[in-house]
């Protein structure tokens, strides 16, 4: 089992900037991809940003060239630079987790951290 727990989310004005973090800790192997997921009420969860354990990154079209995701591989840990923020990034932020192991494919989400984009 992977438990993940995440901080970061609020209230920010459009153009500002917000920083999630996301730490992981229980069973975890070396190969592992990381990310941020979101979703707002009525939508399905959409795919933000991910980071494997070597440091490939993929990105969502809405957000690339404003968001940064990075990783802290002795810390397992995720996080997301938000810059240039808009009221279309309001939704809950979601932490991502996932590893292959010998016994198959896991995934494991966190709790959720809301992000609120408003003047």
């Known amino acids: 089992q992977v438990q993940l727990v995440e901080s970061g989310g609020g209230l920010v004005q459009p153009g500002g900037s917000l920083r999630l973090s996301c730490a992981a800790s229980g069973s975890i192997f070396r190969l592992n991809t990381m990310g941020w997921y979101r979703q707002v009420p009525g939508k399905e969860r959409e795919l933000v940003a991910t980071?494997?354990?070597?440091?490939?990154?993929n990105y969502a079209d809405p957000v690339k060239g404003r968001f940064t995701i990075s990783r802290d591989n002795a810390k397992n840990a995720v996080y997301l630079q938000m810059n240039s923020l808009k009221p279309e990034d309001t939704a809950v932020y979601y932490c991502?987790?996932?590893?292959?192991?010998?016994?198959?494919?896991?995934?494991?989400w966190g709790q959720g951290t809301q992000v609120t984009v408003s003047s």
């Open positions: 980071i494997s354990s070597s440091a490939d990154t």
């Open positions: 991502w987790f996932r590893q292959i192991t010998i016994t198959g494919n896991y995934a494991y």
